[in-house]
T-cell receptor, first 111, second 117 residues
Framework: GDSVTQMEGPVTLSEEAFLTINCTYTATGYPSLFWYVQYPGEGLQLLLKATKADDKGSNKGFEATYRKETTSFHLEKGSVQVSDSAVYFC??????????FGTGTSLTVIP | DVKVTQSSRYLVKRTGEKVFLECVQD?????MFWYRQDPGLGLRLIYF???????EKGDIPEGYSVSREKKERFSLILESASTNQTSMYLC????????????????FGEGSRLTVL
């Protein structure tokens, strides 16, 4: 069935390090793909999205490219900050408007 | 600004109690969802609703029920709370109705952390 798999955490990085969080999906058709972020004590909020193959979503220095050939949507940031410490969720939506989420990857950035 | 409001941020209940978690959205969205979030398991869908008085089971509906009497309000009910229902509960809404596909995002509330003793 439809699913999303993202890399296990937790991830700890030093400030200004490069970040990659892997995400792959299984699906029929071409689902829209999302990255959500959850800061401590808060609900989830949309970080970026891509609605079709080869689209690149970007926001706050984060990027992810919808790769149909590898069914992937990896999240990247060139230089992380302490304020990026959060839990990151990869997600996809099917044609029935049901969202499927990965298990989340906790990121801690240390000064 | 869009807003999904969950009535209680933190609740502590005893085993066997009836628990109501309320969620209100001000965006006139058709779809509303209840998820629970647990460490290592991510978000799991409990119930969702496409419209007023409509509800559908998600992946883990056992032990829960829902009510959607008005479009803006979607309530999650634990008829008899148990310790394994201790969790973070997240409400979300989405603009598309049943039968239409929308590529937009889910809007989340801040969550309700329930502890059942």
């Amino acid at each position: 069935g439809d699913s999303v798999t993202q890399m296990e955490g937790p991830v700890t990085l030093s400030e200004e390090a490069f970040l990659t969080i892997n995400c792959t999906y299984t699906a029929t058709g071409y689902p829209s793909l999302f990255w959500y972020v959850q800061y401590p004590g808060e609900g989830l909020q949309l970080l970026l999205k891509a609605t079709k193959a080869d689209d690149k979503g970007s926001n706050k220095g984060f990027e992810a490219t919808y790769r149909k050939e590898t069914t992937s949507f990896h999240l990247e940031k060139g230089s992380v900050q302490v304020s990026d410490s959060a839990v990151y969720f990869c997600a996809r939506v099917n044609t029935g408007n049901q969202f499927y989420f990965g298990t989340g990857t906790s990121l801690t950035v240390i000064p | 600004d869009v807003k999904v409001t969950q009535s209680s941020r933190y609740l502590v209940k005893r085993t066997g109690e009836k628990v109501f978690l309320e969620c209100v959205q001000d965006m006139d969205h058709e779809n509303m969802f209840w998820y629970r979030q647990d460490p290592g398991l991510g978000l799991r869908l409990i119930y969702f609703s496409y419209d007023v008085k409509m509800k559908e089971k998600g992946d883990i509906p056992e032990g829960y029920s829902v009510s959607r009497e008005k479009k803006e309000r979607f309530s999650l009910i634990l008829e008899s709370a148990s310790t394994n229902q201790t969790s973070m509960y997240l409400c979300a809404s989405h603009p598309a109705g049943r039968g239409s596909h929308h590529t937009g995002e889910l809007f989340f509330g801040e969550g309700s952390r329930l502890t059942v003793l």
